[in-house]
């Protein structure tokens, strides 16, 4: 299948999907939440596809969140709308996926982006990785779902601080925190 967005191969057996939109940091927009989406679909659906693999084009960033310019003239209807759509067509299908879904963190990991790596089974994390949630910055909550999973994996106090912060972390903070598995 041809994507606008993503790159997707099989390498002995795993699954890779690359989000390619590096000018744009590889923010997700609607086209690549769906396109991200039959990937995933169509490679848990190949039985010799044994794990998967995300990652993004480029060395700064895995995803560097929503992007902005597609949703800026949005309101809150509208908002909610992407919010769920996005939460449900794609964050909570990978976390439920029964192929393995690895997310290899490379550059930043900010809002959606982090949202998604947290969606996947294992994080791994390049050594210049950067993670946040920054969405309070712009008057907003983060709406992927990071809000019940990074609690879930580095506890209330210091989900609540990355937060209501908007602060980032790196690679190494986030070993130590949980948020990654490896670096």
């Known amino acids: 299948m041809a994507y606008q967005n993503i790159i997707v191969e099989t390498e002995n057996r795993i699954g890779i999907i690359e989000i390619n939109r590096p000018k744009k940091l590889n923010a997700l927009n609607q086209d690549t939440i769906a396109e991200l989406h039959q990937a995933f679909d169509q490679l848990d659906k190949d039985s010799e596809t044994r794990a998967i693999i995300i990652t993004g084009s480029g060395e700064k960033a ?12 949005f309101g809150p209807d509208k908002g909610r709308e992407l919010s769920l759509q996005g939460q449900q067509k794609l964050f909570d299908f990978i976390e439920n996926l029964g192929t393995p879904v690895i997310a290899a963190i490379n550059g930043f990991a900010l ?5 998604l790596a947290m969606a996947c089974h294992i994080r791994v994390a390049s050594n210049s990785a950067r993670m946040g949630l920054p969405e309070v910055s712009l008057g907003l909550i983060p709406g992927y779902g990071g809000t019940q999973r990074l609690p879930q994996l580095v506890g209330k106090g210091k989900a609540f601080e990355m937060i209501m912060t908007a602060g980032m972390i790196g690679s190494e903070d986030a070993l130590k925190s949980g948020l990654v598995n490896h670096l």
């Not at 809002?111 to 949202?115: F, K, N, P, T």
Request: aromatic residues 12%; hydrophobic residues 45%.
């Open 111 to 115: 809002g959606g982006g982090l949202e």
């Open 62 to 73: 895995f995803v560097a969140g929503a992007d902005i310019s597609e949703f800026a003239d």
